[in-house]
């Protein structure tokens, strides 16, 4: 049965550097692509901070098409979490074409369990006495260099977390 399905999870740090995305299919070669969505999202976020308690729920930050549509969590320490939910879901047959209209009745509150979710990974990690998030942060200097200077997380629990979440959500899931 098709249905709504995470297309994309982004881990973007205080600083809008990217540090972890994960695609899923049948988005897993749009690497460009899915960059360009997050970064977009990054401006709503900026506009919804001044108008939101920090560690929100963010909600549906915007559709992006009839079939893609960006959510947004922000930390306490300025890391963003966003969500691009496939509103189709995959046919059974590989193909991703959409098998009926989207549901319309997705709610902000159906993506909330995945952020949760992500949310303690990331704290999970955080606790790693491995894990220095100072690595992950830009360099000093210029916000062109900020994403070309920092290292994503290669944490492979974190990264196995983060598939599990995006692999097994589903509109209505806890966990």
């Known amino acids: 049965m098709a249905g709504p399905r995470i297309a994309c999870i982004g881990i973007i740090g ?3 550097n990217p540090l ?6 049948p988005y ?22 001044k ?18 549509a960006a959510y947004g969590w922000l930390t306490t320490t300025g890391v963003k979490f966003l969500i691009i939910v496939d509103l189709f879901g995959q046919d059974g047959t590989g193909s991703g074409k959409p098998t009926g209209s989207a549901v319309s009745g997705l709610r902000d509150a159906d993506v909330k369990p995945a952020f949760r979710s992500l949310q303690s990974a990331y704290i999970q990690l955080l606790q790693n006495p491995f894990y220095s998030p100072d690595d992950h942060a830009p360099a ?7 994403a070309s200077h920092s290292l ?3 944490n492979p629990k974190f990264i196995a977390e983060v598939q599990r979440i995006g692999e097994s959500w589903v509109p209505g899931s806890t966990a």
């Open 20 to 25: 972890h995305i994960s695609l899923f299919p």
């Open 152 to 154: 994503p997380i290669s």
């Open 28 to 49: 897993t070669d749009s690497t460009i692509e899915f960059s360009f969505l997050l970064n977009s999202c990054l401006d709503i976020f900026e506009i919804r901070r």
């Open 140 to 146: 000093p200097g210029s916000v062109a260099s900020a």
């Open 51 to 68: 108008h939101t308690s920090i560690d929100q729920d963010l909600g549906l930050l915007h559709a992006i098409d009839e079939r893609l």
């Open 14 to 16: 205080k600083s809008d």
